[in-house]
């Protein structure tokens, strides 16, 4: 168990619809990172917040956005959903930029 | 724009046989560098770091890798691989601005 939390575990919803992923990091962590992992595009960096503040950005769709609330866990949300959206989102946290990630269990979406 | 870079997509080798992964990075600068492995079904897990001073790093589960700064690489050793072995292969680096950048992985199928 790495100490970072992801909710739920598995979502399946429709094409167009709107969905949210939650992440609560390790105790102490500072920054949060989303991830996407599909079998065609491998593992694919979203974004990274530190302390509530966009720090990178990545990959991310334009209909994908994210934040950080102020008692650090973060959100992912993906809307105007696509059958390509099907993935297992990743959210990883860390002290700070230059310290090892810490992987939650992931989030698998399914878009039907 | 710096880059990650793992020369073997797939490898497949028995069990008791040695493996080595290669990753190669692209940026000149201090670096921190990480493997993290994926079991089958789930998430990512460090397997060992490297941030400073012995270049020779021992991880989890008999790993270990090694730093040679001249040859920009930080390659992935087992002296004998396991059944259990079998799992998706990431390297990571951290340049010093904080920047993380993943390899595309190594998928790594160890037969009995």
């Known amino acids: 168990d790495s100490g970072v939390t992801q909710t739920p575990k598995h979502l399946i919803t429709a094409t167009g619809q709107r969905v949210t992923l939650r992440c609560s990091p390790r105790?102490?962590?500072?920054?949060v990172y989303w991830y996407q992992q599909s079998l065609d595009q491998g593992l694919q960096f979203l974004i990274q917040?530190?302390?509530?503040?966009?720090?990178a950005k990545g990959n991310i769709l334009e209909r994908f956005s994210a934040q950080q609330f102020p008692d650090l866990h973060s959100e992912l949300n993906l809307s105007s959903l696509e059958l390509g959206d099907s993935a297992l989102y990743f959210c990883?946290?860390?002290?700070?930029?230059?310290?090892?990630?810490?992987f939650g269990p992931g989030t698998r979406l399914t878009v039907l | 724009a710096q880059s990650v870079s793992q020369h073997n997509h797939h490898v497949i080798l028995s069990e008791a046989a040695s493996l080595e992964l290669g990753c190669n990075y692209s940026?000149?600068?201090?670096?921190?560098l990480f493997w993290y492995v994926q079991y089958p079904g789930q998430h990512l897990q460090l397997l060992l770091k490297?941030?400073?001073?012995?270049?020779l790093v021992k991880g989890i589960k008999g790993f270990e890798a090694e730093f040679i700064k001249s040859k920009f690489s930080f390659n992935l050793r087992k002296p004998s691989v396991q059944w259990s072995d079998t799992a998706e292969y990431f390297c990571?680096?951290?340049?010093?601005?904080?920047?993380?950048?993943f390899g595309a992985g190594t998928q790594v199928v160890v037969t009995p």
């Open positions: 917040y530190y302390n509530g503040e966009e720090r």
């Open positions: 105790s102490g962590d500072l920054s």
């Open positions: 990883a946290s860390s002290y700070s930029s230059y310290n090892e990630q810490f």
């Open positions: 940026y000149g600068g201090t670096v921190n």
């Open positions: 990571a680096v951290i340049d010093s601005w904080g920047k993380l950048q």
């Open positions: 490297y941030f400073s001073g012995d270049p």
